[in-house]
């Protein structure tokens, strides 16, 4: 980190953890803090369901909830970003505290639940940029309260169709009671179903993702990978949060209920990342998240089989900087490699991570 962000760091860090991403939103939208140019190298560009990538890493749906700074987020370098989750009618969330910073392991524990102002407030903020450049996804979910969880996510699919560069029907989230549930193959195939005939009906037909909790087990993976297979979805984000809490040093928060983020959510994501690749096949797209944080942890992602990466606890740790940095160290490894393009090392670990147990 350069002297700047530790300072910027420090500033934030004084804050509890909510209140600091607040004051990161605000700054922003204030033009705040200004990048350096964009990394620009061709072999960075990545071509996934019909949309051309200018590098292959993303923020991850959760920071920006309501659509605030996408557009920001990519001036920092991002080669696309991700908005939401974002809900049909506005929620508070859970009670506070509900976010933690375990600091000795680069990880934070969330339970924020949904926290969003709905799909009116973040249909305007995305009509408003509508002709833009960039890359810009939105992860949609349901409320808590909801009767029919299903038709929040149709309502998402008809509403935010004509802005998004691409959807995520979000299922994974551990904090919204009996959301996960919905990755059971019999909801699941419901769900799915319903989703994609709402697109066929929408204004607009972007590609569509699923995305997956690490807490999974080898036959919930097959189901999952069945379903999004029969049912022609675009892609799969693997994944959200984990429930589980790998050798924390942090041991006074560790009890905190809610998803954990980080560093100790690297091994598992990336194990199920490469048992998804398996399942799919070649030519589905993947996503890859959880505990990226350098050049050299998004580069196995990808080697592990993920066409594009996403990261967000990994910034709070290492700044707004983090983005160039990871992919300047993509470049040098690309010199250093002479590779013509990233997709080269897709999957060249597969088999190694693919083989871990879970």
Not at 62 to 91: H, M, S
Not at 107 to 119: D, K, P, S
Not at 275 to 284: N, S, W, Y
Not at 320 to 346: H, W, Y
Request: aromatic share 6%; with cysteine.
């Amino acid at each position: 980190m350069s002297v700047l962000d530790r300072l910027g760091q420090r500033f934030l860090f004084a804050f509890d953890p909510e209140a600091a991403h607040g004051l990161s939103i605000a700054a922003l939208k204030c033009g705040l803090p200004v990048a350096r140019r964009p990394v620009r190298d061709d072999r960075l560009k990545v071509r996934i369901c019909g949309i051309d990538f200018p590098n292959p890493l993303g923020m991850a749906a959760g920071y920006d909830k309501n659509a605030e700074v996408p557009d920001a987020l990519l001036g920092l370098g991002f080669g696309f970003a991700e908005v939401g989750t974002i809900t049909p009618r506005p929620q508070a969330g859970n009670p506070k505290p509900r976010i933690f910073r375990l600091t000795s392991d680069e990880a934070v524990i969330n339970r924020l639940g949904f926290n969003n102002e709905g799909h009116e407030a973040a249909e305007e903020r995305l009509a408003a940029r509508k002709g833009r450049a960039g890359i810009v996804g939105v992860n949609i979910g349901a409320n808590k309260d909801s009767t029919d969880r299903v038709s929040d996510y149709e309502r998402g699919v008809v509403r935010f169709a004509p802005y998004a560069s691409y959807l995520t029907v979000n299922i994974s989230s551990p904090n919204t009671p009996g959301l996960r549930n919905m990755q059971a193959r019999e909801q699941l195939g419901e769900l799915l179903s319903r989703v994609m005939a709402a697109r066929t009906a929408a204004a607009a037909q972007p590609p569509v993702f699923l995305k997956t909790a690490p807490d999974l087990v080898e036959a919930e993976l097959e189901d999952i990978a069945a379903e999004v297979t029969e049912k022609a979805i675009d892609g799969v984000i693997v994944s959200n949060t984990t429930t589980a809490r790998p050798g924390l040093r942090s041991a006074d928060l560790a009890g905190e209920t809610g998803g954990l983020s980080g560093k100790p959510l690297f091994e598992r994501s990336t194990i199920v990342l490469a048992k998804m690749r398996k399942l799919l096949g070649p030519d589905h797209a993947i996503i890859g998240v959880g505990g990226v944080d350098s050049a050299e942890t998004a580069l196995e992602k990808i080697r592990a089989g993920a066409d594009l990466v996403q990261l967000y606890t990994g910034m709070i740790y290492a700044g707004p900087a983090l983005p160039g940095r990871i992919l300047g160290g993509m470049v040098r490894f690309a010199d250093m490699q002479r590779l013509k393009s990233l997709r080269e090392l897709r999957d060249t670990s597969l088999d190694q991570w693919s083989s871990k147990p879970l």
